[in-house]
C-alpha cells in the first residue's frame, strides 16, 4: 500500500546562479574554481556508484539554496559523495559554511571525487557511525538529508537522534521513501510513517518523490514557540501604547506648570 501525501509547497526549480565557472574565495582556502551547475551535475553522474542519480542530485542543491544559513547542512550516508558534492557545491555558491556529511566507513574514491567537483573545503568528512556523531552534536540543523542506514530500526534511530537539532523551519529529507520505483512501503517509508507522519503537529510535507524517492519535511515551529511570539507580539504592542501615553501625559503636566 502506498501512503498518498499531498505536496504543499513544492520546490521549484531554481536559475543557476552561475552561468560559468569562476573563480572564488572562501574562507578556509585561497582562490579556487566554482565549476558550473552542469559540470557538477556530469560529475556526479559520472560517479558509478547506483545511489543518488538521475534528477535528485539538482534537487538536492535547489533545497539546499532554500535553507537561510541559519543552521548547519548534516548528511548521513557519505558512500562515494555524490549527493554529498550536490549539497557542498549548494553551500560553495551561496558563500555558506561547510556540509558535514557522516558515514560509519570511508570509500576509496571519496576524496577523488569530492575534488574532481571542487568542493572540498566545503566538506567537513566525520568517519563514525551517525548514532555516535549524534550523542555530541550540539550546533542546530537546518538540513538534515538522512540516506545511512536504511533498515527500519536503523531509520527510526536516525530521527530519534537527530530530529530535535532541527531548528523550525528547517529541513529533514529521506531517500528510498519507498525504494525507487517500489509500489509498497519499504523499511525507510515504515519508519517514516511511524515517527514523522505520526507528528502532523511538528512535521509537514513539503515535497513528495518530485525527484526519484526524496522525500521532504519541514519541521513546524512548536505551539510554545507560536504562543511565544504571540506574546511578544502583544507585549510590543502594549510597551507602545504606554510609552505614547507617558508622551502625551507628560506634555500635558508641562503644559500645566
Ligand atoms: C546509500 S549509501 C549513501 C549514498 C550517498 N548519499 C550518495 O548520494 O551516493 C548509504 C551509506 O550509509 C552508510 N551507513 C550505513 N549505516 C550507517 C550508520 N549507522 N552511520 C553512518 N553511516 C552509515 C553506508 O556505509 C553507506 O555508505
Known amino acids: 500500500m502506498l501512503i498518498s501525501l499531498s505536496i504543499i509547497d513544492p520546490l521549484s526549480s531554481r536559475p543557476n546562479p552561475l552561468e560559468k565557472e569562476m573563480p572564488s574565495q572562501n574562507a578556509s582556502s585561497p582562490m579556487c574554481t566554482i565549476r558550473s551547475l552542469q559540470k557538477i551535475l556530469e560529475i556526479i553522474d ?7 542519480g538521475g534528477p535528485q542530485p539538482r534537487f538536492l542543491y535547489d533545497l539546499c539554496l532554500r ?9 548521513i550516508g557519505t558512500d562515494a559523495g555524490k549527493s ?26 571519496i576524496e577523488t571525487n569530492l575534488s574532481r567537483a571542487n568542493v572540498t573545503v566545503f566538506v567537513n568528512r ?4 551517525s548514532r555516535e556523531v549524534a550523542a555530541s552534536w550540539s550546533d542546530p540543523i537546518e538540513l538534515l538529508w538522512i540516506d545511512g542506514d536504511h533498515s527500519y530500526k536503523g531509520v527510526c534511530e536516525d530521527i530519534e537522534s537527530w ?3 532541527i531548528l523550525p523551519g528547517g529541513f529533514m529529507a529521506f531517500h528510498d521513501y519507498p525504494a525507487m520505483g517500489g509500489k509498497v512501503l519499504g523499511p525507510v517509508g515504515r519508519a517514516v510513517y511511524a ?7 511538528l512535521w509537514r510535507v513539503i515535497a513528495d518523490r518530485q ?3 526524496i522525500l521532504v519535511f519541514e ?3 512548536s505551539i510554545v514557540q507560536m504562543e511565544s511570539g504571540y506574546a511578544a507580539k502583544r507585549f510590543e504592542k502594549a510597551s507602545f501604547f504606554l510609552a505614547g501615553l507617558r508622551r502625551r501625559l507628560t506634555n500635558k503636566l508641562r503644559r500645566h506648570q
Do not use: F
Not at 535553507?67 to 548534516?74: F, L, N, Y
Not at 550536490?86 to 566507513?105: E, F, K, N
Open 163 to 165: 530530529a530535535d537539532k
Open 211 to 213: 525527484a526519484g524517492s
Open 67 to 75: 535553507c537561510t544559513g541559519k543552521g548547519a547542512i548534516v548528511e
Open 84 to 109: 554529498t558534492i550536490a549539497l557542498a557545491y549548494a553551500q560553495q555558491t551561496r558563500r555558506g559554511a561547510p556540509i558535514s556529511t557522516i558515514d560509519i566507513v570511508e570509500h576509496a574514491e
Open 195 to 201: 515517527k514523522i507522519l505520526s507528528r502532523p503537529d
Open 126 to 129: 566525520i568517519v563514525r557511525s
Open 219 to 221: 519541521k513546524m515551529p
Open 46 to 52: 559520472a560517479i558509478p556508484e547506483n545511489t543518488c
